[in-house]
T-cell receptor, first 111, second 115 residues
Framework: AQSVTQLDSHVSVSEGTPVLLRCNYS??????LFWYVQHPNKGLQLLLK????ATLVKGINGFEAEFKKSETSFHLTKPSAHMSDAAEYFC?????????WGAGTKLIIKP | DAGVIQSPRHEVTEMGQEVTLRCKPI?????LFWYRQTMMRGLELLIY????????DSGMPEDRFSAKMPNASFSTLKIQPSEPRDSAVYFC?????????????FGPGTRLTVT
């Protein structure tokens, strides 16, 4: 069975500092992995996706994620946080035409 | 493209009333998904369609919920009768399958409040 665990419910960083949002997955075969972002009172937007090509995946707004099979991780990073990055981020596993969602990590940006 | 369109954006209704939520997927997408999001339970998949046919409705909470997709450009989620615990944000999403079923495009959501 597929599952996904986001290790932090909230992450707080200062503007201009790096961002790290952690995600671990469980999958019986090579997974499709995604990060989605939800800004306050908005819908969900695909940030980036991993589908067994390059292990370092670049997404929108300067975010990237690295697929590490040995660690079953797919952490999301950004070198320098911006105020507009404040949102909730979801790590997602694709399985059987469905998306299995993590619980979400709320990213707080301090000025 | 206008993206996934949902209506209404906000709905306030009284317990016992029928509620109908509407969704227009992105043209050409052949998968359509209905989700519900609450603080307590997070994001839950309710049902999804492929080529207008319901494929998996195991997430539909109970018989009060029903979903239809009469054609490729329109879907409805109906709750009858509504209850306060149905209060949530309901999202519709579509994707271009079968090779990209996971790259889902979400609508803005319908915020439902049942009093």
């Amino acid at each position: 069975a597929q599952s996904v665990t986001q290790l932090d419910s909230h992450v707080s960083v200062s503007e201009g500092t790096p961002v790290l949002l952690r995600c671990n997955y469980s999958s019986s075969y090579s997974p499709s992995l995604f990060w989605y972002v939800q800004h306050p009172n908005k819908g969900l937007q695909l940030l980036l996706k991993y589908t067994s090509a390059a292990t370092l995946v670049k997404g929108i707004n300067g975010f990237e994620a690295e697929f590490k099979k040995s660690e079953t991780s797919f952490h999301l990073t950004k070198p320098s946080a911006h105020m507009s990055d404040a949102a909730e981020y979801f790590c997602v596993v694709g399985s059987n035409y469905q998306l299995i969602w993590g619980a979400g990590t709320k990213l707080i940006i301090k000025p | 493209d206008a993206g996934v369109i949902q209506s209404p954006r906000h709905e306030v209704t009284e317990m016992g009333q029928e509620v109908t939520l509407r969704c227009k997927p992105i043209s050409g997408h052949d998968y359509l998904f209905w989700y519900r999001q609450t603080m307590m339970r997070g994001l839950e998949l309710l049902i999804y369609f492929n080529n207008n046919v319901p494929i998996d409705d195991s997430g539909m909470p109970e018989d009060r919920f029903s979903a239809k997709m009469p054609n490729a450009s329109f879907s409805t989620l109906k709750i009858q009768p509504s209850e306060p615990r149905d209060s949530a944000v309901y999202f519709c999403a579509s994707s271009l399958g079968p090779f990209n079923p996971y790259e889902q495009y979400f609508g803005p959501g319908t915020r439902l409040t049942v009093t």
